[in-house]
């Protein structure tokens, strides 16, 4: 057998394995088209593990901005609000309490209105910025039980100009917040590592 031929026979098994191998390949994506996505769940607990990322979400801070915060869209904002609340003075309850001087009164406390009573189980019993503020994010991780069946506001200069606009519905609106209490805020809601159970599902 000459050089050129062993030559060719070489590259022809050569050609052959190679069909195969992409055949192969191919099959596989046919039959498992999702096998990559799959594969894609246990690098991430790995990871977690490993004690990467998964920090506990938290809502965002939102005092800094109330200053300066826009009534106009807080009061667009309220529309998604008064299928159930009545924002007017003296105004009725509905699905859920009249909010009229809503910003700094106690939780729970609307005259006529039957609560679910879970709302004062987080953040302590008064309607301060900050509690609204976590309780209108995610009205039912706040408050697991609550009445109001209410996704939640995502953006937080939705939830900073919403409450800015509830401020405003008050004979004497709350004072605006001090920088120390925007600081404690901040630190409050800062991302927390969660603890290394939680992280490993
Ligand atoms: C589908 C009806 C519904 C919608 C929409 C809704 N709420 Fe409520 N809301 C309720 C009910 C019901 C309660 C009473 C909750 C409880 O007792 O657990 C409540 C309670 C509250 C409270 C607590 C009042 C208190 O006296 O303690 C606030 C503040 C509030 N809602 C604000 C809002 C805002 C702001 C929006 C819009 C972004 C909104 N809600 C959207 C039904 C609703």
Not at 158 to 185: M, N, Q
């Amino acid at each position: 057998m000459g050089g050129m031929e062993f030559n060719k026979i070489f590259a022809a098994v050569l050609v052959a394995g190679l069909i195969a191998m992409l055949s192969g390949f191919v099959a596989e994506k046919l039959t498992h088209p999702h096998k990559l996505k799959e594969d894609a769940y246990p690098v991430e607990a790995l990871e977690a593990a490993a004690g990467g990322g998964q920090k506990e979400k938290l809502a965002e801070p939102i005092l800094a901005m109330l200053a300066e915060a826009d009534i106009v869209r807080g009061q667009k904002v309220s529309k998604a609000c008064a299928a159930c609340h009545s924002f007017d003075k003296g105004g009725k309850n509905g699905v859920g309490p009249a909010l009229w001087d809503i910003v700094g009164k106690p939780k729970q406390a609307v005259g006529g209105f039957v609560y679910s009573g879970v709302l004062n189980e987080n953040g302590g019993n008064v309607w301060n910025y900050e509690e609204l503020n976590k309780f209108l994010w995610k009205p039912k991780k706040y408050a697991p039980g609550t009445k109001m069946s209410y996704v939640g506001l995502k953006k937080p200069e939705d939830r900073a100009a919403l409450i800015a606009y509830l401020r405003t519905l008050s004979g004497s609106p709350k004072a605006l917040p001090s920088a120390s209490h925007i600081a404690a805020e901040a630190a409050a809601l800062a991302p927390k590592e969660e603890a290394p159970e939680a992280a490993v599902h």
